[in-house]
């Protein structure tokens, strides 16, 4: 009986030297046109069947074998990303055991000699034969996309937030490179949006404003204070951190306040070149906030203190973090000395300084005020014919 088996080309067969269309007349598995490959093999030696490169396809098929069995991701090509999805090597069955949606068998190439032969797992097909009839048939995936979409309208959401889950890193990076990209583009289909839906964003920045009040308020100061030259500012962050620290008390009447009530204040005005850093905010309640408006807090305290002093021993002293932050214990020196009693500069020098203790020592300074006794007992302190009691310990 002859025997009909067909021998396989030897990889020590010289390969043709000349096109692809030579080679084919002359029967060649393998030649070499003066070509480089992407990856600059030298010299490239292409297949006849579909022009690609031997050796990167030797490269991708060590790829697909080396697998370490004891990896997290056994089983998954690394560094081989289909859409933000990893690429499985092995069987179907194993493919759809994990969740897969992609896989690679070396066992079982492409018909059309596709390689590697990336397949779905959901119907078992070559991807690459699947993108080439996409090609030919635009019209026809148009439409049927068209009518699923109609069918289930939330299709692609669900198919997108599984892709992202699966590989995020892989969607933000795409996402950066495409804005990139496209700036001008973008910029130019943002500017239409807005002005098609003036009012769903100004009904969400309504609603964004009243669900962040901290970031608000970080927000206008900012703005007010790069008006007025100054280059530091405070987050929403330091705004729940001074309020939390002070008890959610204002900082000169201890009333309670909450983020519908509470107005952050510059302890020295940015209108007499304070800073807008976090070393110079306190919290406060509006009535407060407005009456100190400008003023330097010298000023305030000394025009407003026996209002202030009453407050303070209606409403008790707060819960407030230990030790104290350096601009509410010397606010406490402000009210509590009796010893200060002389008329306020009417233009008192601004002072600001990155570090808040040295910011408290040039206050004292400039206004020779000496400190009250610490001490842990009640304190009672006549001043203006009025009693305040402090309820709270002042720390040591």
Known sequence: MADHTVSRPSKAEKPFIGSREEARIAGAVRYIDGTSCRRSHSPTIRLTSNTQCVDCRDLKHAEIKTIDPKSKNAGFIDGLIIRGLP????????????????????RRPCPKGCDPSIRLVSNQNCLQCNWDWYAENVEHVA???????????????????????????????????????????????????????????????????????????????????????????????DVTRITEAQGRACAYCWAPIVPRTRAMDHFIPLARDGSNGPHNIVATCRPCNSRKSSRHPTQFIGAERSLLL???????????????????????????????????????????????????????????????????????????????????????
């Open 87 to 106: 690429v499985f090597s092995g069987t179907v069955s194993n493919a759809r055991k994990v969740g897969a949606t992609y896989y690679v068998n070396p």
């Open 143 to 237: 439409a049927y996309k068209k009518q699923r979409l109609a069918d289930d309208p939330l299709m692609y959401s669900r198919q997108n937030k599984r892709r992202y889950a699966a590989n995020p890193d892989y969607f933000k990076m795409r996402a950066v490179v495409w804005n990139i990209e496209n700036r001008e583009h973008k910029r130019d289909t943002d500017l239409i949006w807005k002005e098609e839906n003036r009012e769903h964003l100004a009904a969400y920045w309504a609603w964004w404003a009243r669900t962040h009040p901290e970031n608000m308020a970080a927000k206008h100061h900012k703005r007010r204070a790069r008006k007025l030259g100054s280059t530091e500012h405070f987050t929403a962050q």
């Open 310 to 396: 009453k407050s303070r021993e209606k409403h008790g002293c707060p819960e407030r973090t230990t030790p104290l932050l350096p601009l509410l214990e010397l606010i406490d020196n402000l009210l509590l000395n009796t010893e200060w009693s002389r008329p306020l500069p009417n233009n008192p020098h601004p002072v600001s300084s990155p570090h808040p203790p040295s910011q408290m020592i040039r206050l004292r300074q400039l206004f020779d005020m000496p400190t009250i006794p610490k001490q842990q007992s009640q304190a009672v302190i006549r001043m203006d014919r009025h009693v305040a009691i402090s309820r709270c310990d002042v720390p040591m």
